[in-house]
């Protein structure tokens, strides 16, 4: 098992910037992949961005590219989103989610953050 534990989110004026952090416990951290994901209020969840098990590979949504760095610490099991030039549209509950393999299904999720993006 992995547990996950999101904080960072709140509340943010358009522009602004916020960095999210995922605390990981249990399992080997360094094993997993980690993605970021996120769900607005009457929409589905959507992927947001995601990194290797070594941090040597970034992948990001379309919506988000340029915006968000996603990082990690496999000293400090921890992942990280940094959040730049926030919009509105990126108000949502954000979730970090582990998986082992790269293209597998994401096993382990956490609880979620709140970011709120004022206009």
């Known amino acids: 098992q992995v547990q996950l534990v999101e904080s960072g989110g709140g509340l943010v004026q358009a522009g602004g910037s916020l960095r999210l952090s995922c605390a990981a416990s249990?399992?080997?951290?360094?094993?997993?992949?980690m993605g970021w994901f996120r769900q607005a209020p009457g929409k589905l969840r959507e992927f947001v961005a995601r990194?290797?098990?070594?941090?040597?590979?970034?992948y990001y949504a379309d919506s988000v590219k340029g915006r968000f760095t996603i990082s990690r610490d496999n000293a400090k099991n921890t992942v990280y989103l940094q959040m730049n030039s926030l919009k509105p549209e990126d108000t949502a509950v954000y979730y970090c989610?582990?998986?082992?393999?790269?293209?597998?299904?994401?096993?382990?999720w956490g609880q979620g953050t709140q970011v709120t993006v004022s206009s």
């Open positions: 989610a582990a998986r082992k393999a790269a293209l597998s299904v994401y096993d382990y």
């Open positions: 249990g399992r080997t951290f360094s094993n997993y992949n």
């Open positions: 990194i290797t098990w070594s941090g040597g590979s970034t």
